[in-house]
């Protein structure tokens, strides 16, 4: 392979949205690509790397069995032992897909890391560029400083640090000595926090216990429960 061609290449797949989970990358920033095997269609753009794949660019690497990616389309995948990460946010899984736009799909035993906060389950879709937003319809956890949080469904904006749980959402809090769960659970951890739980809401905190259809739980800076 000529230098031209391999610059090329690595230029291709390290600009993919994969190496930046969203963030703005310059134009020049450093790209590599390591793979034992490469295939590049110079026609149709679309490019396949195997075996011990590396992608760097600027704070970004990807590591997996095998790389996809199509320059026309900016559509891109990830498979086999992957391993994501951009600054601090790291992401492990089977398999992503990346669409170009800002969204990725990922699948099997998916984990995210960022900074306090953690987010798991079998099929995740990632938006970065939406206040770091997780959907995991098939159910899963989210964690923070706060607690765990468990529900059928999940949907979190992990930097305004807003959880939506539905379907026997449950919420454990070490930090607040409390424990909450219903049919749907809307949790807000920043500033003036509270809980609002609907659908057979029950919570417990210390001694005290409290049931209802809808609760409200206003939660103070000390941890507590106002």
Excluded at 116 to 134: A, L, M
Excluded at 136 to 154: N, P, Q, V
Excluded at 156 to 164: C, Q, T
Excluded at 184 to 204: C, H
């Amino acid at each position: 392979m000529n230098k031209k061609l391999g610059k090329r290449i690595a230029a291709a797949f390290s600009c993919a949205a994969l190496l930046s989970f969203g963030a703005a990358q310059a134009a020049d920033e450093p790209a590599s690509l390591d793979a034992d095997e490469v295939t590049y269609n110079m026609e149709s753009g679309e490019a396949v790397a195997e075996g011990n794949v590396l992608m760097k660019r600027g704070a970004s690497a990807v590591t997996g069995a095998k790389a996809t990616y199509n320059a026309k389309t900016m559509e891109g995948t990830v498979e086999g032992g992957v391993i994501a990460v951009h600054g601090a946010t790291r992401l492990t899984c089977s398999f992503i897909r990346s669409d170009g736009n800002g969204h990725y799909f990922a699948q099997g035993s998916v984990r995210g890391t960022q900074e306090d906060k953690t987010f798991s389950g079998e099929r995740v879709d990632y938006y970065p560029n939406q206040n770091e937003y997780v959907l995991i319809e098939s159910g899963g956890t989210l964690t923070s400083a706060d607690g765990t949080f468990t529900a059928d469904r999940l949907e979190g904006w992990l930097n305004d640090e807003h959880y939506i749980g539905t379907g026997s959402a449950h919420l454990v809090s070490p930090p607040r000595s409390l424990e909450a769960g219903g049919d749907r659970l809307d949790y807000y951890g920043k500033e003036n926090g509270k809980a609002v739980l609907t659908g057979n809401a029950w919570a417990y905190q210390g001694n005290n216990t409290m049931r209802g259809n809808r609760l409200t739980l206003y939660l103070a800076n000390d941890g507590a429960t106002k």
